[in-house]
């Protein structure tokens, strides 16, 4: 460990605000310290098609305020395979790279662990999905920015409920994990919150809508996750819908538009201190574990917990907070 020279820092899997400011803040410790960095462009398949640059620190000038990735991404099934990897490998070596910061999900955290293992290169990984659903961090990036754009869309989409007597069903990401949809659905008021850890009845919806209806409510937001077992907003919308005929219902599905935007202040910050400390990690002779923020400490956690741990769960209080103040 104490040989590192050379840091390579990738983004892989899908994009999420605040990943510019990790890679900014990467490179500039690693310059700060005394160490050369590269930047691996498009992920995994970068490091197989050897698209691979030195960084300075003008490099990363005037991109934290950027969403997206100035390293691209993309998903890479080569990397899968031994002779994908060899490649990989081959080309880190070429150009001297004898540790890696990975950017991603639990995508990305599996290539990285099975890679560092096989060719035994340190490699420190930071959170980077809108998702929020990696065991080892309270947050990662891009969640706070992405429930943000989530809320402002729904309070827009609020106004023109009010005036049309609406119905909405919006659908927001969250194929396994609802925390964009639990937080979103409280900050904005939602009558009704549909998420992946909890079977929601549509029965029980039902109840909910009626309950607003007859206490004389004029419009109605409905917060379903992609992942929600009822087929996501448009399969809760069909269930419901010959019940409330009375209401002009819409689905909104927000898609994408989550994962853009310039970052929150939030997520800023905390790409500048995941950055900072994925270096830091590496230089201090650590491998194979997720940079991570519990509280308001950095700590760190080994890359094979994290991936398999499933004690992540919704908040109690917020679950619960979800139906009274509905």
Do not use: W
């Not at 650590?286 to 890359?303: P, W």
Request: net charge negative; proline share 2%; aromatic share 6%.
């Amino acid at each position: 460990m104490s040989k590192i020279k050379k840091i390579a820092v990738f983004t892989s899997g899908g994009d999420a605000p605040g990943m510019n400011a990790c890679i900014r803040a990467v490179v500039r410790t690693g310059i700060y310290l005394g160490y050369e960095v590269a930047g691996i462009k498009q992920g995994y398949q970068g490091m197989i098609d050897d698209n691979i640059e030195n960084m300075s620190r003008h490099s990363v000038s005037n991109i934290m305020q950027l969403g997206g990735t100035v390293l691209k991404t993309a998903r890479c099934l080569a990397f899968k395979n031994p002779d994908g990897m060899q490649k990989a490998y081959e080309n880190l070596k070429k150009r001297g790279i004898d540790a890696l910061v990975a950017i991603g999900g639990d995508g990305t955290f599996t290539g990285a662990e099975r890679f560092s293992s096989t060719y035994d290169i340190p490699v420190i990984c930071v959170p980077g999905t809108i998702d929020n659903d990696l065991y080892g961090s309270d947050f990662t990036l891009g969640f706070d920015t992405a429930t943000n754009t989530v809320i402002e869309a729904i309070d827009k989409i609020r106004d023109t409920a009010e005036s049309h007597d609406r119905l909405f069903f919006i659908e927001v990401m969250g194929r396994d994990a609802g925390c964009i949809a639990l937080r979103a659905g409280i900050a904005s008021g939602a009558e009704a919150i549909m998420l992946p850890e909890k079977d929601t009845a549509i029965s029980e919806l039902i109840d909910l809508l009626e309950h607003g209806a007859a206490n004389k409510k004029s419009s109605s937001i409905v917060i379903v996750a992609e992942g929600d077992k009822n087929g996501g907003a448009f399969g809760v919308a069909k269930l419901v819908k010959e019940k409330f005929d009375f209401y002009d219902t819409k689905v909104t599905i927000l898609g994408h538009l989550q994962r853009g935007g310039s970052p929150s202040s939030f997520d800023r910050i905390l790409g500048s201190r995941m950055g900072y400390a994925a270096v830091k990690a590496l230089i201090n002779g650590d491998n194979r574990k997720m940079v991570g923020l519990r509280g308001n400490e950095i700590v760190l956690t080994d890359l094979k917990e994290a991936l398999t741990d499933h004690e992540f769960k919704l908040e109690d209080d917020l679950m619960e907070m979800s139906i009274i103040l509905a």
